[in-house]
């Protein structure tokens, strides 16, 4: 007994280090393709499948990815290694820091690495809200990857314990749906606060609606645009926020807490969070969840919401032969097959529409009805100069501030007008910062 | 006192005789004292002069001079703005608020640091039974890093999931750092004086330990109980000690709490615990606003040089009343 398990062990060993020393060999040929991403947990565990399926498909390059942390911060690693000239290869940038990205200097264009590296890539087959987002003048700037919007999630048991069947389209039916949930005691967090929630209720909110959120088609109009959202219906919207917080409907989770366990957990029967919480949901979900599209302003003829989530770009100052893997690398990525396992692995919407058509033949959707929220919101009506997106710079900044501004909300040390007139006036002077750094551009 | 000086007279005298004989008679004065092989010096120099290099003088010439640009954040575009930064910078009502929010919190987290540790290390010579088991607990925090303890703090005073955040709403208070600044401020506080108590409670144990028992005894002979001769003969004779720890103590609460606010609000909510140092950090590396954040860490170099000077200043003074 003891010596077969020796043997046993001493074979596995044997076997271990040949495979080690196989793995070495093809390692050191390779091309090393660095690649920063900034998704975590199930995501992230998805995103290290995505590149050891690449790395295992082909034996010239090697991506190796690296979680950098947030988008935030992975954007702030990004710029320090750029200026002394340590860049990855590949970056995973949010949709908010398009304009930051595209006007750096930094980067390559998707379609013009593409082209110059021989691989054809059909454009013309993105999703119509991916595309109107990321192509600009007919030409993508970087390579749509994780593409949501914000749908509401919410607890199908409670709801029925209230005596809803489902979620009401509007904010005016849905408020009196979640203080029926608190004033029946089904729970004491009828709804969870976002950590992301100037995305999906200030800047969703203001697509949906067609309200503008800036002048100038919100940015795609020219670098002079100016935010206006503190003289649309946001204002009322922050004060609907307020008086839910106030009287204990709509919960902050707080640090150290993610807003999306509150609800997987069942703690808050609801919560207005991004498409990919599909991977979180499902996984820890242990009551009857389902999810529907936003709601909007009584009275109003809903738009599309914009697309969230990030694109990846290719990172000017490396050898040919690793811009060669990454053109393969994101000719991989952009394979229907590839985006198919991708949408159904995250709950990112499908970015091109071959993988849509794919999945919906399969009866994908009728098996996973929540899958199709997203799509169908994004897709809904024309549209407009304000649901197309936002094209403002740095509006990394500007989010911080608007977020700092309506946590003064929160704690009642202003009022919503005055709060958002404050963070108007302060994103302006980004924006002006901005347009004098990238005048001519 | 007469005792000291006479032991230092013998011991210089020795010294100076061995100095005389390995330095050639030829050079005397001020001569004596340079090195005869200049790359040595140099050599024994350079760790030193390196660390400075890299982690200071670099530093500095790189905050001084993003301190007057623009700058996009990728350094393709550089604009001179001269004093533009630090002028949006002072008239900024954000920028006030943190630095009043600083000068207060670094106040009250130094002297209520140093009150505790002071209750710790008096307590300490009281303690009869279990001393080593107490000191133990007091220096555990120690021990523990910043962002770990920030995690801690933050998940116990949760107000969703947090167990003393849900026992405090039962009392009847309705706890919520998130919504309520001062709740915030309170537990931010809280954590770094608990973090940094033990750090003055063992100089200040050292301290108590060093005044003479003899001049104790003849407190308590002439009537005096513990607490008078505490006040009255052990804090005075540790003062030096105490004035070390105040200067310390603000260096900490302006520099140093940095983990523990990352981890526990961020900075907010709406900027109500954004001290001067995490602000630096926030726009510039968040908000890849580098013109500013340079700007203000310049602000901060000045504070700290202002540090230096009073602290050099009083050690001048000698607060002593050395036997």
């Known amino acids: 007994m003891a010596s077969t398990y020796m043997k046993s062990v001493a074979s596995l060993l044997a076997a271990g280090a040949l495979l080690m020393g196989a793995a070495g060999a093809s390692a050191a040929e390779r091309v090393k393709i660095e690649w920063w991403y900034a998704i975590s947990g199930k995501l992230g565990e998805t995103v290290q499948q995505l590149i050891s399926d690449f790395n295992k498909s082909q034996d010239k390059y090697e991506v190796v990815g690296t979680f950098k942390g947030n988008y935030e911060e992975t954007m702030a690693a990004m710029v320090a290694a750029y200026r002394v000239n340590q860049q990855p290869a590949i970056l995973q940038s949010a949709e908010r820091g398009f304009m930051t990205m595209l006007k750096s200097g930094a980067i390559i264009p998707a379609d013009e690495l593409m082209a110059k590296q021989g691989y054809k890539i059909d454009w013309s087959d993105f999703v119509k809200p991916v595309a109107g987002f990321y192509i600009v003048n007919g030409k993508p700037a970087a390579l749509p990857f994780n593409s949501s919007t914000p749908i509401l999630w919410y607890n199908a048991d409670a709801f029925k314990a209230a005596g809803f069947d489902a979620p009401a389209d509007t904010w005016q039916g849905l408020e009196k749906q979640l203080y029926a949930l608190k004033e029946k005691k089904v729970t004491d967090c009828p709804m969870a606060l976002p950590g992301d929630f100037q995305w999906s209720l200030i800047e969703n909110y203001s697509a949906i609606n067609d309200q503008p959120f800036g002048t100038k088609a919100n940015g795609y109009g020219g670098l002079d645009t100016e935010f206006v959202y503190n003289r649309t219906s946001v204002v009322g919207q922050v004060a609907r926020l307020k008086k839910w917080i106030d009287d204990g409907v709509l919960k902050i989770a707080g640090q150290g807490v993610a807003p999306i366990s509150l609800y997987t957990s069942g703690t808050c029967a609801s919560i207005i969070n991004s498409t990919a919480s599909h991977s979180a949901v499902e996984a820890d979900a242990k009551f009857k969840w389902s999810a529907a599209v936003m709601p909007h302003e009584e009275g109003v003829q809903p738009k599309n919401s914009t697309i969230g989530g990030a694109a990846l770009w290719a990172i000017k100052g490396k050898p040919e032969e690793v811009q060669a893997g990454v053109a393969a690398f994101f000719n991989y990525v952009a394979q229907p097959d590839v985006q198919e396992w991708w949408s159904k692995a995250t709950g990112y919407v499908p970015v091109t529409n071959a993988a849509y058509a794919k999945m919906k033949l399969e009866g994908y959707f009728k098996d996973h009805p929540t899958r199709e929220v997203a799509i169908e919101q994004l897709s809904r009506g024309e549209p407009t100069d304000n649901s197309r997106g936002f094209r403002f710079g740095n509006h990394n900044q500007s989010t911080a501030i608007l977020l700092e501004e309506m946590q003064a909300v929160w704690t009642g040390k202003k009022a919503p007008q005055e709060a958002l007139d404050s963070s108007v006036k302060r994103g302006n002077e980004i924006l002006r910062q901005y347009e004098k750094l990238h005048a001519g551009k | ?323």
């Open chain 2, 1 to 323: 006192m007469r005792l000291s000086e006479g032991a230092a007279t013998r011991l210089r005298f020795p010294l100076r005789l061995k100095l005389g004989s390995l330095l050639s008679s030829s050079e005397t004065g001020l001569k004596a004292s340079h090195f005869r092989r200049p790359w040595l010096a140099a050599g024994l120099l350079a760790p030193q002069l390196l660390i400075l290099l890299f982690f200071f003088f670099i530093p500095t010439w790189k905050a001084l001079s993003l301190a007057f640009v623009q700058v996009d954040p990728f350094g393709a575009t550089m604009i001179f703005v001269g004093l533009d930064n630090f002028t949006t910078l002072f008239s900024s009502p954000e920028y006030r608020d943190s630095a009043v929010l600083t000068l207060w919190f670094t106040t009250v987290q130094c002297f209520v640091t140093l009150f505790v540790a002071c209750l710790f290390a008096f307590a300490t010579d009281q303690v009869m039974r279990g001393r080593a088991i107490y000191k133990g607990v007091i220096l555990f925090p120690y021990a523990i890093a910043p962002a770990i303890s920030g995690v801690l703090w933050a998940f116990l005073f949760n107000p969703t999931v947090g167990p003393l955040a849900q026992m405090l709403d039962e009392l009847g208070y309705a706890w919520d750092p998130n919504r309520r600044p001062s709740d915030a401020l309170l537990l931010v506080s809280v954590a770094a004086i608990w973090k940094h108590v033990c750090y003055d409670y063992i100089f200040l144990v050292a301290a108590f330990l060093a005044v003479p028992a003899s001049v104790i005894e003849a407190g308590a002979i002439d009537g005096a109980g513990p607490v008078r001769r505490f006040l009255t003969i052990t804090l005075p004779m540790a003062a030096p000690t105490i004035f070390f720890l105040i200067v310390m103590n603000f260096v900490y609460g302006l520099f140093e709490t940095f983990g523990i606010i990352d981890v526990i609000t961020h900075g907010g909510p709406a900027g109500s615990t954004n001290t001067l140092v995490y602000k630096v950090y926030q726009d510039g590396f968040r908000q890849l606003d580098l013109g500013s954040s340079a700007a203000q860490s310049v602000v901060l170099m000045a504070i700290a040089v202002l540090f230096t000077v009073l602290q050099f200043r009083a050690v001048e003074r000698k607060v002593n009343y050395q036997v």
